[in-house]
Nanobody
Framework: QVQLVEYGGGFVQAGGSLRLSCVAS????????MGWFRQVLGKEREFVAA????????AYADSVKGRFAVSRDNAKNTVYLQMNSLKSEDTATYYC?????????????????WGQGTQVTVSS
C-alpha cells in the first residue's frame, strides 16, 4: 500500500508560479512512474505530467508543455510539479498518483494510488 501526500497548492495571480510536492511512502517506489493529474468540478480528471522514477524521463500534456516541469528526489521519495506562467485555466484540484507500471503514461487507469488532492487557484 502506497500513501501519497501533496503539498503546495494555493492562490496565485496569472503569470505567477507555484510548486507542488508529493511525498510517497509504503511501497517500492523506484519501480514505477509517478504522475500528476488535475480535475475541475464537473469534468474528468486529466493528465498533467509524469516521471519515471528510475531514469527521470518525463511526459507532459500539451496544455502545460514549456510551462510546467515534473521532477523527483529519490532520497526524499518526493515528486515535484513546478508550475510557471500560470493561467486561469490551470485552476483545478491537482492529484499526485503512483503508477502500476514504470512507463510514463497519460492513461488514468495506469495509476493505482492517489493523493487527497491540493487546490490551485489562478486569478486572471
Amino acid at each position: 500500500q502506497v500513501q501519497l501526500v501533496e503539498y503546495g497548492g494555493g492562490f496565485v495571480q496569472a503569470g505567477g508560479s507555484l510548486r507542488l510536492s508529493c511525498v510517497a511512502s509504503g511501497g517500492t517506489i523506484s519501480t514505477k512512474a509517478m504522475g500528476w493529474f488535475r480535475q475541475v468540478l464537473g469534468k474528468e480528471r486529466e493528465f498533467v505530467a509524469a516521471v519515471r522514477w528510475d531514469h527521470g524521463v518525463t511526459a507532459y500534456a500539451d496544455s502545460v508543455k514549456g510551462r510546467f516541469a515534473v521532477s523527483r528526489d529519490n532520497a526524499k521519495n518526493t515528486v515535484y510539479l513546478q508550475m510557471n506562467s500560470l493561467k486561469s485555466e490551470d485552476t483545478a484540484t491537482y492529484y499526485c498518483c503512483f503508477g502500476r507500471v514504470l512507463q510514463t503514461t497519460p492513461v488514468y487507469g495506469a495509476y493505482e494510488y492517489w493523493g487527497q488532492g491540493t487546490q490551485v487557484t489562478v486569478s486572471s
